[in-house]
């Protein structure tokens, strides 16, 4: 905003300081109050008193203005016979005009005043030949220095604290948005625990279901049951587990244990049981050193969930055939696949909503891993590659 842009409405403080000093500089100069003999028309020190009055109603709205307006009623007050009050009033247009300025007239007032004083005590010197012609300069120098400087020290404590202010709002804004992302990657890691933890059960139930409805045979469709009722208590049971870990998330006792990669056979000896009626068979080929370093927890579990995964969607979806795991660990990385038979399948199937694929795709992510699956001619592959290292997880 320019310092001489077009006032507004005054505020009341400054009306109520115009008001004031021009009804207090009127009775002055009628009580013959006022300062030695004019170079004009006493009468003009009432003109000048009035500017000045004007001049403060601009103080808050136009302090540029205002200072313009002050300076020329200044030297026509001197010239008249100085009226106090328009002195005063002139000494508060100066601070208002570095206090509500802008910062480029913040800055050069200061200085100009620091001028016009040295000017006010080096001429009447020069030409008066008298010392106590400094008089004029210390005079000018508390009417104008004192303010200007005074405004600018006020002002710059303002600025600090607003600066403050706008600080704190900005912590409390990022705090807030950390405690959203918070929420939010929480909710994701929920969602795809859940989800890797419950698919498989119930695609397996889905899928047996589905076989017991289509079925004449009494022995298969009791099979199929047993399977559905298996997998249901399994599924219960880990839905158990994870409603507790969530209820005890602020417990200090040891959290449950994770899946870990060391429990793939167990997982592939289940699939096995749950592909047979597809005609699937899972075969594990872990070629990882026998006497590697153990992986961080991250990594064994995202591993396994990616593993699970993708024998999920295998039992969903996958022709007939083998389902091959392959584990290998080098360069500072464990690398994963999993291929599985890709074409149209004979018997029952699940359907699939793809959050499975984004869900792997978060885990390999998350831990600065890569993530690839898509069909390749006649099967589908998935791979991974996720950093073993424990120090280049995240935390």
């Known amino acids: 905003m320019s310092p001489f842009a077009a006032p507004g409405r005054p505020h009341r403080d400054d009306v109520l300081i115009a008001v004031s000093g021009l009804l207090g500089g009127v009775l002055l100069w009628f009580l013959g109050l006022h300062g030695g003999p004019p170079l004009l028309p006493a009468q003009l020190a009432l003109a000048a ?3 000045m009055s004007g001049a403060e ?41 570095v206090m509500y ?16 004083t040295v000017l006010a005590t080096l001429l009447p010197v020069a030409l008066l030949r008298d010392p106590q012609a400094l008089l ?6 508390v009417g104008t220095i004192g303010p200007a400087w005074t405004a600018v020290i006020i002002r710059s404590h303002r600025e600090a604290a607003q600066a403050a202010r706008l600080r704190a709002e900005q912590t409390a804004l990022l705090a807030e948005l950390d405690r959203r992302e918070a929420v939010l990657s929480e909710r994701a890691r929920m969602a795809r625990e859940l989800h890797d933890m419950v698919a498989n059960h119930l695609s397996a139930i889905a899928i047996h279901a589905t076989a017991a409805q289509s079925l004449d045979d009494p022995g298969a469709t ?19 587990r994870l409603i507790g870990l969530l209820r005890d998330a602020g417990a200090q006792d040891a959290p449950a244990a994770t899946p870990r990669l060391d429990a793939l056979d167990a997982l592939l000896e289940r699939a096995r049981g749950h592909g047979a009626g597809s005609g699937l068979t899972f075969t594990l080929a872990d070629e990882r050193p026998p006497d590697g370093s153990a992986l961080a927890a991250p990594v064994e579990l995202a591993a396994y969930r990616i593993v699970q995964e993708s024998v999920t969607n295998a039992l969903k979806h ?35 909503s793809g959050s499975g694929l984004v869900g792997m795709r ?22 991974a590659t996720l950093p073993a290292d424990e120090k280049e997880h995240p935390r």
């Open 362 to 383: 978060e885990r390999a992510a998350l831990l600065h891993g890569t993530f690839d699956a898509a069909p390749d001619g006649d099967v589908w592959r998935v791979r």
């Open 318 to 352: 996958a022709a007939p055939g083998e389902v091959t795991v392959r584990l290998a660990r080098a360069d500072g990385a464990l690398s994963l696949a999993v291929t599985s038979p890709y074409g149209r399948r004979p018997g029952p199937s699940a359907p699939g």
């Open 57 to 97: 109603l601009l103080r808050r709205t136009a302090p540029g203005t205002a200072l313009a307006v002050g300076v020329a009623a200044m030297v026509l007050d001197v010239l008249s016979g100085t009226v106090i009050a328009t002195v005063l009033m002139f000494t508060d247009v100066i601070y208002a005009a």
């Open 101 to 116: 300025g802008t910062p480029a007239a913040a800055r050069r007032i200061p200085r100009a005043c620091v001028l016009v």
């Open 49 to 51: 008193l009035a500017a």
């Open 222 to 240: 009791g099979d199929a049951l047993g399977v559905i009722r298996e997998n249901s208590v399994q599924g219960l049971a880990e839905m158990r």
């Open 136 to 141: 004029i300069g210390v005079a000018v120098g």
